[in-house]
T-cell receptor, first 115, second 113 residues
């Protein structure tokens, strides 16, 4: 089974801090994703990476950056945390390169609170 | 981008068959239809994916009419453990547009004894 592991289940940080959320997958997947999930808004894509050092902005990239130095690891960075970034953050991975049958595999999320 | 529309919530009883319909009028030729299930405090979990007609696996069936403008997830004989949020996604899973797959707000399914 594919395993996507997020480094923390719960995290509390202060406004203005630089925050790192880490995600690791163990199935050699090419695609990795970061979403945030808020009540009534579903999942919204923040950033997507289809290869090492490659990234694309999703729907809501403002206030976030990402890093993918190794294929298995995808980091989400909140440059200067703000209270409106309090949310559930979900990481996912999937096969890439024109694979027709490639569902996304999700971690269990990090619930981040910015005080 | 193919936008999807699903009911916000549905209720049913144990042992019943539940059908959740998703509308996707702007579906493109290359788009697949994928359904996910999410329990509280967990990430979404893949249930089933299809392109046309009918797909069945050990947990669900997916019915897609010829025009592909809608799809129906069918859960046979539901139990309390099927209480969850169900998401319908439409998109091209090819790498060049993987970021275009959009999760909507989903359907909150509640199963009662």
């Amino acid at each position: 089974d594919v395993k996507v592991t997020q480094s923390s289940r719960y995290l509390v940080k202060r406004t203005g801090e630089k925050v790192f959320l880490e995600c690791v997958q163990d199935m050699d997947h090419e695609n990795m994703f970061w979403y945030r999930q808020d009540p009534g808004l579903g999942l919204r894509l923040i950033y997507f990476s289809y290869d090492v050092k490659m990234k694309e902005k999703g729907d809501i990239p403002e206030g976030y950056s990402v890093s993918r130095e190794k294929k298995e690891r995808f980091s989400l960075i909140l440059e200067s945390a703000s209270t409106n970034q309090t949310s559930m953050y979900l990481c996912a991975s999937s096969l890439g390169r024109d694979r027709a049958y490639q569902p996304q595999h999700f971690g269990d999320g990090t619930r981040l609170s910015i005080l | 981008l193919a936008k999807t529309t699903q009911p916000i919530s549905m209720d049913s009883y144990e042992g019943q068959e539940v059908n959740i319909t998703c509308s996707h009028n702007n579906i493109a030729t290359n788009d697949y239809i994928t359904w996910y299930q999410q329990f509280p405090s967990q990430g979404p979990r893949f249930i089933i994916q299809g392109y046309k007609t009918k797909v069945t696996n050990e947990v669900a069936s997916l019915f897609i009419p010829a025009d592909r403008k809608s799809s129906t997830l069918s859960l046979p004989r539901v139990s309390l453990s099927d209480t969850a949020v169900y998401y319908c996604l439409v998109g091209d899973p090819g790498y060049s547009s993987a970021s275009k797959i959009i999760f909507g707000s989903g359907t909150r399914l509640s199963i009662r004894p």
